[in-house]
């Protein structure tokens, strides 16, 4: 999960004994602030990242893209 995309992708909610957890290594301000910003790893790219962002942008009003 640390190494998708983009922040806004790694997110992890599971129920565990009744209990909702969340794991996020990267926190939740990006999802709040509609924010996208790449995660940079030996497993991404501008181009798989630029992607991405232009099929959001397509789909979504209003989002903060931070450049590769």
Sequence with gaps: MSKWIATVHAIGITKINGNIKVYAPYGL????SRTIRPIKHNGNSKELYDKKVASWKNRF???NVIEW
């Design 29 to 32: 301000s990006d999802i709040y």
């Design 61 to 63: 009003d209003n989002l």
